[in-house]
């Protein structure tokens, strides 16, 4: 399983986020190899499994534009909402 291809370049930055309660605290499941000449560990597969930590479970990440170094701009809670998940 390959990492799907990124999205046009752009002078903007992003960041993942939990599609359940918006934590940017998220991993995902991938390979790292040893690279001997460069003498580190180099990524060489990211796998689709995501992780919350603050929700502590499996999820979905969301792609958001960050509007600072610090911040990013969230999906709209009202367009995302589904059923029965009360969202932050």
């Given at each position: 399983m390959t990492e799907p291809a990124?999205?046009?370049?752009?002078?903007?930055?992003?960041?993942?986020?939990?599609?359940?309660?918006?934590?940017?605290?998220?991993t995902r499941d991938a390979w790292a190899a040893w690279d001997m000449a460069a003498?580190?560990?180099v990524l060489e597969v990211v796998f689709d499994q995501c992780w919350c930590h603050r929700c502590m479970?499996?999820?979905r990440l969301d792609r958001v534009v960050l509007t600072s170094p610090i911040t990013f701009a969230a999906p709209d809670p009202a367009k995302d909402r589904v059923a029965g998940v009360k969202l932050p």
């Open positions: 990124p999205p046009p370049h752009t002078s903007r930055h992003h960041s993942y986020i939990c599609n359940v309660c918006g934590s940017d605290h998220v003498q580190h560990w479970s499996a999820t």
